[in-house]
């Protein structure tokens, strides 16, 4: 069965600071991933998505994601954060052809002025 | 466009209550999925609809039932609510294609008390 660790479970950052979230996941086959994020008192709205190609993936507010396929990773990062950035980040797989989803525990990100 | 829209917003019960959460998309999707979001434990799946006329477990199916009655609507129902099911549900959808970004419903605040 598919899963998805974040071992970041809260993160604090000063402003324009890089960002490197982890995310793992465990599945023998193809798989399609995901970044999402919830920013307080909202919906998860996606960030970017990787299915093939490029394993290099660019999303919304500069962030972006590499998949390396021999660590089964799927880290995402931001060259430098903004207050505007801190809200609960959340890494999910699917098994290709499947429509499960699953999603991991959260990464908190609180950035500091 | 509504989007998927869930009913209803918050609700209270006391153990031993059932009640069912309803969630409707209106944009077509094939797939539909039911998770619950808990502190610290992110989104878990509890059942999920890859077609009309099909559902599947996720990870969490245990207390719940669910049911595709359309295209458009699959509504979950607790038989016998547990405190332990005290959560905040979502229902979300997508086209189906296995690529493509959830939309979710805005969420059902449930307390069981």
């Known amino acids: 069965a598919q899963s998805v660790s974040q071992h970041n479970h809260h993160v604090i950052l000063s402003e324009a600071a890089s960002l490197e979230l982890g995310c793992n996941y465990s599945y023998g086959g193809t798989v399609n991933l995901f970044w999402y994020v919830q920013y307080p008192g909202q919906h998860l709205q996606l960030l970017l998505k990787?299915?093939?190609?490029?394993?290099l993936v660019k999303g919304i507010k500069g962030f972006e994601a590499e998949f390396i396929k021999s660590k089964f990773s799927f880290n995402l990062r931001k060259p430098s954060v903004q207050w505007s950035d801190t809200a609960e980040y959340f890494c999910?797989?699917?098994?290709?052809?499947?429509?499960?989803?699953?999603f991991g525990t959260g990464t908190r990100l609180t950035i500091i002025p | 466009n509504a989007g998927v829209t869930q009913t209803p917003k918050f609700q209270v019960l006391k153990t031993g209550q059932s009640m069912t959460l309803q969630c409707a998309q209106d944009?077509?999707?094939?797939?539909m999925y039911w998770y619950r979001q808990d502190p610290g434990m992110g989104l878990r799946l509890i059942y999920y609809s890859a077609s009309e006329g099909t559902t599947d477990k996720g990870e969490v199916p245990n207390g719940y039932n669910v049911s595709r009655l359309n295209k458009r609507e699959f509504s979950l129902r607790l038989e016998s609510a547990a405190p332990s099911q005290t959560s905040v549900y979502f229902c979300?959808?997508?086209?189906?294609?296995?690529?493509?970004?959830?939309?979710f419903g805005s969420g059902t605040q449930l307390s069981v008390l």
């Open positions: 999910a797989v699917n098994a290709r052809g499947n429509e499960k989803l699953t």
């Open positions: 990787y299915f093939s190609g490029d394993p």
């Open positions: 979300a959808s997508r086209p189906g294609q296995f690529n493509e970004k959830l939309f």
């Open positions: 944009m077509n999707h094939n797939s």
